[in-house]
């Protein structure tokens, strides 16, 4: 089945910095790739995605990009802001999601 | 408009009860799944329903584990003799169908004392 791994765990950076979170999968069926902002206490929060077809996509300050030949996707968020700070998940999907171990993001001002 | 709603919030029970964990969906999403999440891990995977039905039960760790979703809207998680194990936090997330955006609930936090 597909196995996720993602890095690093912990991620601090100065605001205003940028903050780039990496995964690989292993499955190349898998053709769906989100990623996942989860603060304390709440469920994950969708924030960016991107399908097999397409190599890289940008919303605002986030952007993701994804290397199927490499079978490694990452996170790249721009101008980082305190708010910014949460644990951020990246998945594989075929159908279900297979989910990342997770990175902490801290943003200090 | 109304995101995935789940209740409760929190669940505290003794071992070897039975509990009922409850997924209401947004509204119009015929996929529906639930997945479990364990102190500082990433959701897993427990069962999906496109519509109705339960389309792959693969990630139900064993047959204590029950879920139905009657009428294609609302699911409700059933974990008959709960052990200490069981307790994590249980999420319920919903697409417009299974290769679409999923959305995630707010998560029910279940504690087996």
């Known amino acids: 089945g597909e196995n996720v791994e993602q890095h690093p765990s912990t991620l601090s950076v100065q605001e205003g910095d940028s903050a780039v979170i990496k995964c690989t999968y292993s499955?190349?069926?898998?053709?769906?790739f989100p990623w996942y902002k989860q603060e304390l206490g709440k469920g994950p929060q969708l924030i960016i995605d991107i399908r097999s077809n397409v190599g890289e996509k940008k919303d605002q300050r986030i952007a993701v990009t994804l290397n199927k030949t490499a079978k490694h996707f990452s996170l790249h968020i721009t101008e980082t802001q305190p708010e910014d700070s949460a644990v951020y998940f990246c998945a594989a999907s075929g159908t279900e999601l297979i989910f990342g171990t997770g990175t902490r993001l801290q943003v200090f001002p | 408009g109304a995101g995935v709603s789940q209740t409760p919030s929190n669940k505290v029970t003794e071992k070897g009860k039975y509990v009922e964990l409850r997924c209401d969906p947004i509204?119009?999403?015929?996929?529906l799944y639930w997945y479990r999440q364990s102190l500082g891990q990433g959701p897993e995977f427990l069962i999906y329903?496109?519509?109705?039905?339960?389309?792959?039960d693969s990630g139900l760790p064993n047959d204590r584990f029950f879920a139905v979703r009657p009428e294609g809207s609302v699911s409700t998680l059933k974990i008959q003799r709960t052990e200490r194990g069981d307790s994590a936090v249980y999420l319920c997330?919903?697409?417009?169908?299974?290769?679409?955006?999923?959305?995630f609930g707010p998560g029910t936090r279940l504690t087996v004392t």
């Open positions: 509204s119009g999403h015929t996929a």
């Open positions: 329903f496109q519509g109705t039905g339960a389309a792959d």
């Open positions: 997330a919903s697409s417009f169908g299974t290769s679409y955006e999923q959305y």
């Open positions: 499955d190349s069926a898998s053709n769906y």
